[in-house]
């Protein structure tokens, strides 16, 4: 049963699918999960509000149907949900998924990369802020030093979990001082790193315009210590302005979401936890599948509500932030993975 393949308001199709599968997680970085907030007491979902992995494979196996191609796992930390290799290799089972990873923080990386890799992982793109062990304490928000993280993302190169991506959120006056030091680190080990203007997504972590460094600054400062040039976008919705290094020691990119946006082609529909599909990053709600799912509704009319979400779709939010007059609720992003 092939459905045809919705398109949304804006003419996009659907590309990619961002399964959220929980939402905790071993760091409390400020710009997603402020320790304030997400002390002690806070109150994560329940584990019976947690989509299952049969649940989650569903709706993955139905979204190919749909157009999906690319499927990723987040969260929160995709790694402290409890076996999640077994939910890996559930999806990598699956037909028609060409590009299946993972974005992790690394913490726990090192003893679990070979499993991942072994039940159909393809690629990890590792967080990291940045390589300086002070300014990382910082940023993790738990005082945690790099070294448990460098050593979860060697662990993935050599189980192949290749090529390795290294994102990196940049905040004016925490960590852009250390951006050199990390690309410099990347160039030696053979990864790609990615460098996120801080954005404004979820409510809590009081994002103050005058803390992003604007994608061009960031080249700037990489281009102030290596000679670079700009690469062709690859394919619609590649969300990542990528550079060169002109000695041939491997490339960088920057996402621009916040001074750049790049909405016309966001391919993207995103999973929550607890079974909500949410059609944009800066959302205020989504549609609930878990539901109908444990109402036992059939395939095609799981496939319907899927399609109709995805055909009414018209977000668009980071093209008239700027535009908008007042505050709005939004979803936080260690919900829905980033
Ligand atoms: N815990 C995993 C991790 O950190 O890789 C996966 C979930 S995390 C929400 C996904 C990505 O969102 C991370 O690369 C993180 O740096 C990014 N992120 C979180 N809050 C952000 C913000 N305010 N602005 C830009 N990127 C953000
Ligand atoms: Fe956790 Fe990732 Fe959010 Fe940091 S960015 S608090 S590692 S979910
Ligand atoms: Fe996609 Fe929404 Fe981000 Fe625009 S703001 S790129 S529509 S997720």
Known sequence: MLKDMPLDKLSRPLRDLRVSVTDRCNFR???CMPAEIYGERYEFLPRNDLLTFEEITRIVKLSTQLGVKKVR?????????QDVVELVSM?????GIEDFAMTTNAYLLSGMAESLKKAGLQRITVSLDSIDDEVFKKMNGRGFGTAKVIDGIAAAKEAGLDPI???AVVQKGINDNTLVELASWCR???YTPRFIEYMDVGTLNDWKLDEVLPASEIVKIIEGEFSVTPIESSYRGEVAKRYRYKDGKGEFGVISSVTQPFCGDCTRLRLSPEGQIVTCLFADGGTDLRGPMRSNIPDEELLNIMSGTWSNR???YSEIRTSMTSPRKKVEMYHIGG
């Open 29 to 31: 970085c400020p710009y």
């Open 73 to 81: 796992l987040t969260g929160g930390e995709p790694l402290v949900r």
């Open 91 to 95: 999806i990598a089972s699956l037909d």
């Open 165 to 167: 991506k290294i994102n």
């Open 188 to 190: 030696d080990n053979g």
């Open 314 to 316: 018209e977000d668009r």
